[in-house]
């Protein structure tokens, strides 16, 4: 095996305590897998922690698309 290069993949991780069943989990899954860069998005509903995974994702969007979505985002 060789090395490959490394992915520059970040993590950003928010906090949405509004959350608080499956359907608060479709919509933040959904509204922030919208956002530029987006790979992956990890709702956990008994943390109400959104893990965002991804390359180039400005935080400020993902915040923005959560709001969008109806829910305040703030930090962990
Ligand atoms: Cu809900």
Do not use: F, W
């Not at 095996?1 to 520059?8: E, G, K, W, Y």
């Not at 069943?21 to 509204?31: F, G, I, K, L, R």
């Amino acid at each position: 095996m060789t090395n490959a290069p490394q992915n520059d993949v970040e993590e950003i991780v928010l906090a949405v305590p509004a959350m608080s069943c499956s359907h608060c989990e479709a919509a933040v899954t959904s509204a922030v897998g919208m956002v530029a860069g987006v790979t992956r998005v990890d709702v956990d509903l008994a943390t109400k922690l959104v893990v965002v995974t991804g390359r180039g994702v400005v935080r400020d969007a993902v915040v923005a698309a959560i709001d969008e979505a109806g829910y305040e985002a703030g930090e962990p």
